[in-house]
């Protein structure tokens, strides 16, 4: 049993909501003209979801795999250079965790693919993290609507707070202010389940990383994806959090930056191994492991090694490449939130 959730989001009873459907939170912008979210609202009503035809299927596209510094060369052709950034595609909606430089390629693909309505999580705001933020096109094409999310501050810093920081002199040449989207800035704590869609739900919870990080539980349609990044085990005893956000997933997207022997000498760096990964995965029942977070140094030849020993250890694990699709179809048709 899950112990009692707050619940933010579209179409959940006794939440005060505001024009967007979505509880009013501190430090958000203010809400735009409740007319024009109610048309687009409308607009996006008649796209097919689970009950109907149309694409039910729960796809996840990695954009970015590696971890702390984007990285280039010969030696990474094969599992990509680019850092953290995930595409979640439930049905016709689209949620992005991270904005590593691997948010640059995902922004292209979404204009292309006529994608206008995005939410955007970040598990937290280290530079390999963030760094891809002011070259996603779609911040700057005034037909998109972006909601971002973060959490892992919660009471210090707000999500809008963040943004600003990130995106001025002398660091950016531009404010976030000249985007020309419509870009609304969300809070939430650690545990919160949000509801961006009625039939999406993303469950939150903390990981242990300096300066706090998120992770996150996708479920849509009988089917469930984590997105575990950054997080450092402590040996022996397997993080409660992750397991609960982990339990019977389809696929566990999770920090595997080091080896158990590299471990020794890196405590402390907020990060965790391939065999921990295989460890968690095993105890929550979940099918599939994506070794994530690489480590700069790791050349190909080394991940491919690496891959090979997860594979033994746990068939369902892999090494996840920039560029790399995974499809689920849904299992069952979602349930409104209620
Ligand atoms: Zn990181
Ligand atoms: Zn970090």
């Known amino acids: 049993m899950r112990p009692a959730e707050r619940r933010i989001g579209y179409g959940v009873k006794g939440n005060p909501l505001d024009a967007h459907g979505l509880r009013a939170l501190e430090n958000c912008d203010p ?7 109610l048309a687009e609202r409308r607009a996006a009503e008649p796209t097919p979801l689970l009950a109907g035809g149309g694409d039910t299927s729960f796809k996840v596209r990695i954009w970015g795999a590696r971890g702390s510094v984007p990285v280039s060369g010969s ?9 953290p950034c995930v ?12 904005a590593g430089t691997g948010i640059r390629p995902a ?11 995005v939410h955007l999580f970040f598990s937290h705001f280290h530079y390999d993290h963030v760094l891809g933020l002011p070259f996603f096109a779609p911040l700057y094409d005034p037909s998109i609507r972006l909601e971002i999310w973060s959490g892992h501050l919660a009471g210090i810093m707000s999500t809008r707070e963040m943004l600003r920081g990130l995106m001025r002199a002398p660091w950016f040449p531009v404010e976030i202010s000249i985007c020309r989207a419509a870009v609304v800035s969300r809070d939430f704590r650690s545990g919160d389940v949000i509801n961006p869609w ?20 996708v479920e849509y349609g009988g089917r469930a994806v984590a997105f575990i990044c950054d997080t450092e085990h402590v040996e022996g005893a397997p993080d409660a959090n992750v397991l609960a956000l982990i339990e019977n997933a389809d ?30 995965c095993r105890a929550a029942g979940a099918k599939k492991l994506a070794l994530f977070h ?28 920039d560029g790399q699709s995974l499809t689920f179809q849904a299992r069952q048709a979602a349930k409104k939130q209620v």
């Not at 696929?251 to 968690?280: C, N, P």
Request: charged share 30%; net charge positive.
């Open 75 to 83: 030696e990474f052709r094969r599992y990509g250079g680019n850092t």
């Open 294 to 321: 690489h480590d700069p140094f790791r050349t190909d030849i080394e991940l491919a090694r690496i891959e090979a020993r997860a594979k033994e250890a746990f068939p369902g694990a892999f090494a996840a490449r």
């Open 87 to 98: 595409e979640m595609r439930c049905g016709g909606r689209t949620l992005l965790f991270d």
């Open 31 to 37: 809400p735009p003209d409740p007319a024009r979210v």
């Open 198 to 217: 009625p039939e999406v739900t993303v469950r939150t919870g903390s990981l242990n990383h300096p300066g706090g990080c998120i992770g996150y539980r």
């Open 251 to 280: 696929l566990v997207i999770y920090d595997a930056a080091y080896t158990d022997e590299e471990m020794k000498s890196r405590r402390g760096f907020g990060h965790s191994s391939w065999q921990e990964g295989v460890r968690l």
């Open 107 to 117: 922004g292209v693909s979404m204009l292309r693919s006529g994608v206008r309505d």
